[in-house]
């Protein structure tokens, strides 16, 4: 039987902390996952292999999402997430995400840069809501659910370097990074090659009672670009949502 590293036996329906657990709903929770990692639409047969069971078991599993409308096919049978999860993301931290979307807008037009609001998630950081230049002829786009590491990337660095003793030990096998100190001084984190090579971010922490430990952030084509006028820029945008939920 399979283990996980530092983990005893697992036990088919009983989580690795030894709760019971549906293995059903964990499966379709999981299908969801992959379904959101993905470029494009899957085949039953690509999404089964992934979630690593039978098709007839992905198959059934389908049928559930689908009546519930998280998931759709297309007429060739493939599968991709439905309209339906739109809406249940959109009420994720709801009030962070009205608060922040202007913050986000202002400062993405002014950069001529995407800006996007990432939040920690156990140990990763997933985007929560980006927002696109409205005139720059390019920019790199950040899909909102799009996840990394906390140990990878300006968001995580910038969200770690703003942790709390107590949120540390929440996170079990995690360690700040070097750069995470530096952060901590100078109040924003950069990186570039990191998440997606050839890109670079600029974030600074955003830290809020009752809220998730979050980070604002921009990514661009890495190149000569002052990170001090990004970082001061973002820092505006961060100062705002905080007075917008205060």
Known sequence: MATAPGSGPTTPGVAPNG???????????????ILAESDEPMSIAA??????????????????????GLVVR???????????MAALARSVSRDLQSAAL??????????SMTAFLAVLDRHEVVT????????????????PGTRHPLASGAPGIAIQSALTEAQWQQLPGEHPRVEAAQAQ????ATSHDEVIRGLASVAVPLTLPGQPPAAIAVVYVAGDTDVVVLAARLSEAVRAVTRSLA
């Open 185 to 188: 001084e100078r109040g924003f």
């Open 102 to 111: 202007p913050a986000l807008t202002a400062a993405a037009n002014d950069l």
């Open 47 to 68: 999404l089964s292999a992934a979630l690593g069971v039978h098709r007839s078991i992905a198959y059934r599993i389908l049928r559930t999402l689908e009546d519930h």
């Open 74 to 84: 297309d007429g060739g049978g493939s599968v991709q997430l439905g309209p339906r």
């Open 19 to 33: 709760s019971p657990h549906s293995q059903t709903l964990s499966r379709g929770i999981r299908v969801l996952e």
């Open 128 to 143: 929560l809501v980006s927002v696109e230049p409205a005139l720059a002829h390019a920019s790199v786009a950040q899909r």
